[in-house]
């Protein structure tokens, strides 16, 4: 577990179309299909079952919103920041 980063400083890192609020990272991706969103939700969850840091997954009818945070540290930390970068990556 990382230390939280101030708010400024999440600013700075956060990939674009990420948005913070409050006291987590969020972006919700939209998909031509219910079942194109399911298949990108798993594989967020490999990621992030890989780095044993599990974010908030809600699939809705086209769209999937991914929600990361450090409840242990209380805040967003690093660990986030990187994985917000790799499910960008899918």
Avoid: C, N
């Avoid at 969020?26 to 079952?49: C, M, N, P, Q, W």
């Amino acid at each position: 577990m990382g230390e939280p980063l101030t708010p400024r400083a999440v600013q700075k890192q956060l990939p674009p179309q990420w948005t913070l609020k409050d006291d987590e990272i969020v972006r919700t991706y939209d998909f031509e299909s219910y079942l194109a969103g399911v298949e990108f939700a798993a594989d967020v969850a490999r990621i992030a079952d890989e780095a044993l840091h599990h974010p908030r997954i809600t699939i809705e009818f086209r769209s999937v919103t991914i929600v990361f945070t450090s409840h242990e540290a209380g805040g967003v930390t690093e660990q986030d920041l990187e994985l917000a970068e790799r499910v960008e990556t899918l």
